[in-house]
DNA sequence: GAGTTTGAAACT
DNA sequence: CAGTTTCAAACTC
C-alpha cells in the first residue's frame, strides 16, 4: 500500500504541471467535512506535490454556482432541472457502465459516456468559471499519443473488465466505491490508465466519498470499517483494478502514463466539481488542471489517430472551454473503432450530445451528433429514442429530448446497476450501458434542460431505451432485452396512440420524453427524431402549460432516501404521485390509478373516491407502507395486509411482474413503482423475458425485474428518492396544481433544498454500498 | 383480438 | 376552476 502511495506521489511530482490536477481531486479541499479525503489525503499532503498545488492556486470553497451552472434550473426552461437531481444519481452508477462508452470513439465528446459527459458539463463550468490559468498544466508534450493510443485501446478492454467491476461490488460494498474514487485520483494516474476509463470510477468515487462525507461524517473511518467487515481493502481493490487496467493497456509506457494522468486528472477533477461531492474547493486549482488537461488532450488528441478517445475528450473540453475545433469533430467521424462500444453509447449518446450540445457547441455539434448518430449506426434508426436529434446540423435542437429519458433512467439505472452485480456474468455491459446511459443523460439534462424532455417518470423507460441496443449485441441477454418489451419504458412504451400523433401526454412515449419506436403501434406517430422539431415544439408547449407535464409522476421524499445506506430499514414511504389521482371507480386499486402504478400510497393530493391504495391511503396516515419497517400504524397494518392481497392478485395477473416482491420499497425510485413505470406488468415483463419486444431495442426492463426479484429492498437503490423532484416541482409548478405540493410540503424539505446533495445521495445506490454480508 | 372501462389529459 | 370531451391504457371477455 505504501509503496503505491509513494509511487502515486511520485507520478504525481513528476506532472507537477498537469498532474497536479490529480491530486487535487484526490485532496479535496474540505477536510472537515471530507474525512475520507482527508485521510488519504494527508499522504500526499506531506508531498512536494501537494505544496505545487496549494501554490497553483488559492483553494477556495467550491461554489455552488458551478454545480448550479450545469444544473441550473434557470436555464432550464421548466421544472425539469428540478428533476434532473434524480438522474445524476444514476449517473453514478452509469460511470461504471462508461466505461464502454468511451472505449468508443464514435461518440463524440460527451455523448460518449457519462463520465465524459459529466466532465465535458463539468468542464464548462470550469471553464466559465475560470480565467484560464494554465492551459499547459497537462503536459501535451509527454508522449500524449502513446497515452491517447491507450487509451482508446484500454478503453475497449476497460469496459470489459470495468463490467466485471461489479466484482468489486461483491467484494466490499462501500470499499468499492471509496476505492475507486481513490482509483481513480491517485491510482489511475499511475497507471497511466485513459482517463477516460478512470472518470467513472472517479466520479462514483467522488459520490461515495461525498456521502461518506456528508452521510457518513465519518466517511473514511466507515470505508476502513469496511473493510474490515468485509474483509475487502479498498486499497488492495484499487491496486487491483490498476492492475487490470495495466493488463487491458498494452502500452504502458511513463510517457503514456503521464499524459494519461493528465487526462484523468481532468475528469476526475471534472467529475468532483460537478458533483461537488467533494468539496473541492479549490476551484481555480482544480480548474486550471482542468484547462490544461483539456488543451493537453487536444493536443493528444491531434497527435493521436483516429479512434482515440481522447479525442473526444478533447473536443469535449474544447466545447466547454470554447476553443472548440471544427477538426475534432472530423477526426471524429474518422474513427473506426470499437463498434461494440458504439453501440452501446448511442442513445445515450444522443442524448447526451443533444444536450451538450445544445448549450456548449452548436456547431460543433453537429458533427458530434453526426457521429453519434453513426455510432448508433443501425440502431439508432430504428429506436429511436428519446431524442430526437436532429443531426449533426441541429445538434441543438435534437437536444433535449434525452431529458426525459434520464430522469427515467435514473430511477432506473441504479437498479440496473446492482442488478448487474449480481448478474453481471451474462451482460453485465448491458446493463452498464443502460446506467451510464442514464446517466448521462441526467448529467445532459442537468445542463441540458432546455430540451425540454423532461425527466421521465420511469426509471426504466430511460435506461431501458438506450441501453437495449447495446446490449443485445453484447449478449444473449442483450438480445433478450430487447426483444423484451422494454419493460420499462424508457425505452419504449409501445404506445397504440391512434389519434394523439403521439405528441399529447397521452401517448406514453411522448409522456416519458421518448420517441416512439418500432414496438409502438401508434399511427400518424409525430413523435419521431424525424419529427424532432414538431416533437420539442410540442412539449415546449405542453410544459408552457404545465412545466412540470413531464416530471415524474411519482414523487419520492427526502425520507425514502432511505438510501444511504445502512438505514435500510427506513423505507420510504414518502412517494407520492405528484398530483394524486381522481379515482372514482377502481378503488385505488387498479392500474387506471396512477398511484397505484406507480406504486404509492394515496396522499391527500388525490381526490379519490373509495380509496383503497394498497399502498396506502389517501386518507391518512400516510401509510409509511414500508414494510420494512418500521412503524406501523394501525392503519398501516390494514394497508399491508391489503397490500398483500394487491399484490398477490398483481402477480397473478402479471407474473413476470416482480413487483409484488418490492412494491412498496422503492416505488420510488422517482419512479419507480412496482410495476414500472409503466410496467405494464402485462405487457411488458411478461414478453421481455420470453419473448421480446416487438422492438427489441429496449433492455433496461428485464434487468429491473430481475432486480427486483433479486435485490431486497434495503438493496433498491434509492435513487429514484432523490427523484424527488417533487420538491421542486412544487415551487415550480405554475400551474399550481396540485403537483407535488403534497410531497414537497411535508415530505421533500431536504431533498429540494440542495439539488445537489438530492443528485449525490441518490447517486450511490451502487452495489457496493450495501454490504454484501 | 375486440370491446369495455377507466381516469388522465385536453379542451371549453 | 369546474365541467366536458377526448384519448389511450388497463382491463375483460
Known amino acids: 500500500m505504501e509503496d503505491a502511495a509513494e509511487s502515486r506521489v511520485g507520478k504525481v511530482k513528476e506532472n507537477e504541471k498537469g498532474k497536479g490536477v490529480v491530486v487535487l481531486v484526490m485532496e479535496t479541499p474540505d477536510r472537515s467535512k471530507n474525512n475520507q479525503t482527508t485521510t488519504s489525503t494527508n499522504k500526499f499532503e506531506d508531498s512536494p506535490v501537494f505544496d505545487f498545488l496549494n501554490s497553483l492556486s488559492p483553494i477556495e470553497p467550491v461554489k455552488p454556482m458551478h454545480i448550479t451552472q450545469t444544473i441550473n434550473p434557470l436555464s432550464f426552461a421548466s421544472i425539469p432541472s428540478v428533476f434532473t437531481s434524480p438522474h445524476v444519481s444514476s449517473l453514478k452508477r452509469s460511470r461504471f457502465l462508461r466505461r464502454h462508452q468511451l472505449a468508443d470513439p464514435s461518440k463524440p465528446e460527451f455523448s460518449t459516456d457519462g463520465g465524459k459527459t459529466i466532465d465535458a458539463n463539468e468542464l464548462i463550468l470550469d471553464a466559465s468559471s475560470k480565467s484560464d490559468k494554465s492551459h499547459g498544466n497537462l503536459n501535451p508534450e509527454d508522449s500524449v499519443d502513446e497515452a491517447v493510443c491507450q487509451s482508446s485501446y484500454e478503453y475497449s478492454k476497460l469496459d470489459v473488465e470495468l463490467s466485471q467491476s461489479d466484482v468489486y461490488d461483491s467484494r466490499c460494498p462501500h470499499s468499492s466505491l471509496t476505492s475507486s474514487y481513490y482509483l481513480s485520483a491517485k491510482h489511475s494516474t499511475e497507471y497511466g490508465c485513459t482517463s477516460s476509463t478512470f472518470a467513472p470510477?472517479?466520479?462514483?468515487?467522488?459520490?461515495?466519498?461525498?456521502?461518506?462525507?456528508?452521510?457518513?461524517?465519518?466517511?473514511?473511518d466507515q470505508i476502513e470499517q469496511d473493510k474490515e467487515a468485509t474483509g475487502c481493502d479498498w486499497e488492495s481493490f484499487i491496486s487491483n483494478a490498476s492492475d487490470i487496467l495495466i493488463f487491458e493497456s498494452p502500452i504502458n509506457t511513463e510517457s503514456c502514463k503521464k499524459s494519461a494522468e493528465s487526462g484523468e486528472s481532468f475528469y476526475a477533477n471534472l467529475s468532483n466539481n460537478v458533483q461537488n461531492k467533494i468539496s473541492f474547493s479549490a476551484a481555480g486549482s482544480s480548474e486550471q488542471v482542468g484547462e490544461g488537461s483539456g488543451s493537453g488532450i487536444e493536443k493528444l488528441s491531434n497527435q493521436l489517430g483516429e479512434g482515440s478517445e481522447l479525442k473526444e475528450i478533447a473536443k469535449t473540453h474544447e466545447i466547454v472551454t470554447g476553443s472548440s475545433?471544427?477538426?475534432?469533430?472530423?477526426?471524429?467521424?474518422?474513427?473506426?473503432?470499437?463498434?461494440?462500444?458504439?453501440?452501446?453509447?448511442?442513445?445515450?449518446l444522443v442524448f447526451e450530445m443533444a444536450g451538450t450540445l445544445k448549450k456548449h457547441l452548436d456547431e460543433n455539434s453537429a458533427s458530434d451528433s453526426y457521429l453519434l448518430m453513426q455510432s448508433d449506426g443501425n440502431t439508432s434508426s430504428g429506436n429511436g429514442q428519446l431524442i430526437p436529434t436532429k443531426d449533426r446540423s441541429d445538434s441543438s435542437k435534437s437536444v433535449l429530448a434525452g431529458i426525459g429519458l434520464h430522469l427515467n433512467a435514473l430511477a432506473t439505472t441504479p437498479k440496473g446497476y446492482k442488478f448487474v452485480a449480481k448478474f453481471r456474468s451474462p451482460a453485465p455491459q448491458e446493463e452498464l450501458i443502460n446506467n451510464s446511459s442514464a446517466v448521462n443523460l441526467l448529467e445532459r439534462e442537468t445542463s441540458t434542460v432546455e430540451n425540454g424532455f423532461p425527466p421521465v417518470e420511469d426509471d426504466s423507460q430511460a435506461s431501458g431505451c438506450i441501453v437495449n441496443e447495446e446490449i443485445t449485441h453484447s449478449s444473449p441477454k442483450k438480445k433478450r432485452s430487447k426483444l423484451e418489451p422494454v419493460g420499462e419504458g424508457e425505452a419504449c412504451k409501445r404506445c397504440n396512440c391512434k389519434k394523439s400523433k403521439c405528441l399529447k401526454l397521452y401517448c406514453e412515449c411522448f409522456a416519458a420524453g421518448v420517441y416512439c419506436v418500432e414496438p409502438c403501434s401508434c399511427m400518424d406517430c409525430f413523435n419521431k427524431p424525424v419529427h424532432e422539431d414538431t416533437v420539442l415544439a410540442t412539449r415546449k408547449q405542453i410544459e408552457s402549460r404545465n412545466p412540470l407535464a413531464f416530471a415524474p409522476k411519482v414523487i419520492r421524499s427526502s425520507d425514502s432516501l432511505c438510501e444511504t445506506q445502512s438505514d435500510s430499514s427506513k423505507t420510504p414511504a414518502s412517494a407520492r404521485h405528484k398530483r394524486g389521482c381522481n379515482c372514482r371507480k377502481s378503488g385505488c386499486l387498479k392500474k387506471y390509478c396512477e398511484c397505484y402504478q406507480g406504486g404509492v400510497g394515496c396522499s391527500i393530493n388525490c381526490r379519490c373516491d373509495g380509496c383503497k391504495n394498497v399502498f396506502g391511503r389517501k386518507d391518512g396516515k400516510e401509510v409509511e407502507l414500508e414494510e420494512d419497517g418500521g412503524d406501523i400504524t394501525e392503519k398501516s397494518m390494514v394497508d399491508r395486509n391489503s397490500k398483500k392481497t394487491a399484490i398477490q392478485n398483481n402477480l397473478e395477473q402479471n407474473p413476470d411482474?416482480?413487483?409484488?416482491?418490492?412494491?412498496?420499497?422503492?416505488?420510488?425510485?422517482?419512479?419507480?413503482?412496482?410495476?414500472?413505470?409503466?410496467?405494464?406488468p402485462p405487457r411488458s415483463f411478461p414478453s421481455t423475458r420470453s419473448s421480446f419486444g416487438k422492438t427489441g431495442t429496449f433492455v433496461s426492463q428485464p434487468k429491473f425485474d430481475k432486480h427486483f426479484e433479486s435485490v431486497p429492498e434495503d438493496e433498491m437503490p434509492k435513487v429514484g428518492q432523490e427523484g424527488?423532484?417533487?420538491?421542486?416541482?412544487?415551487?415550480?409548478?405554475?400551474?399550481?396544481?396540485?403537483?407535488?405540493?403534497?410531497?414537497?410540503?411535508?415530505?421533500?424539505?431536504?431533498?429540494?433544498?440542495?439539488?445537489?446533495?438530492?443528485?449525490?445521495?441518490?447517486?450511490?445506490?451502487?452495489?457496493?454500498?450495501?454490504?454484501?454480508?
Open 325 to 348: 475545433t471544427s477538426n475534432q469533430s472530423e477526426n471524429m467521424d474518422k474513427e473506426p473503432d470499437s463498434g461494440l462500444h458504439r453501440g452501446v453509447r448511442r442513445r445515450c
Open 724 to 773: 424527488s423532484p417533487n420538491s421542486g416541482i412544487k415551487s415550480s409548478s405554475p400551474n399550481s396544481k396540485r403537483v407535488s405540493s403534497y410531497h414537497s410540503g411535508a415530505e421533500t424539505s431536504p431533498e429540494l433544498r440542495s439539488s445537489r446533495k438530492l443528485i449525490l445521495q441518490s447517486i450511490p445506490s451502487f452495489p457496493s454500498l450495501t454490504p454484501k454480508d
Open 201 to 220: 470510477f472517479i466520479q462514483e468515487a467522488s459520490q461515495k466519498a461525498f456521502y461518506a462525507t456528508e452521510e457518513n461524517k465519518e466517511g473514511v
Open 657 to 680: 411482474s416482480a413487483l409484488p416482491a418490492t412494491p412498496l420499497q422503492c416505488p420510488g425510485s422517482s419512479v419507480q413503482h412496482p410495476f414500472t413505470s409503466k410496467n405494464k
